[in-house]
Nanobody, 125 residues
Framework: QVQLQESGGGSVQQGGSLRLSCAAS????????MGWFRQAPGKEREAVAT???????TYADSVKGRFTFSQDNAKNTLSLQMNNLKPEDTAMYYC???????????????????WGQGTQVTVSS
């Protein structure tokens, strides 16, 4: 049984930093889509940072230069380092993993088979 567990969310002031982690169990890191998504109240879930089958990482334009995605295959963990946080980054953040090798963009949330329960990030101005 695959489980994804996020941690590291919290409340920070604008300009602050947080590091999110996602621990995967029952899942083997392969050339599958994996990534971080977020959903703010009243908004659709959006891709924040995703990694595709050849290791390319795609960032949302709104987080480029501020967020860094990393993956540790030995520890079965994903991380998202978030710097210079802004109030518009406030959302529930989810870790997600696929189970099929895709040869297309990994930014579509509907591709993913497994989701964590989410961790809340709140940024105050």
């Amino acid at each position: 049984q695959v489980q994804l567990q996020e941690s590291g969310g919290g409340s920070v002031q604008q300009g602050g930093s947080l590091r999110l982690s996602c621990a995967a169990s029952g899942y083997t890191f392969r050339r599958y889509c994996m990534g971080w998504f977020r959903q703010a109240p009243g908004k659709e879930r959006e891709a924040v940072a995703t990694i595709d089958n050849d290791g390319s990482i795609t960032y949302a334009d709104s987080v480029k230069g501020r967020f860094t995605f990393s993956q540790d295959n030995a520890k079965n963990t994903l991380s998202l380092q978030m710097n210079n946080l802004k109030p518009e980054d406030t959302a529930m953040y989810y870790c997600a993993a696929d189970s099929v090798v895709r040869y297309s963009s990994c930014t579509y949330s509907g591709l993913y088979d497994y989701w964590g329960q989410g961790t809340q990030v709140t940024v105050s101005s």
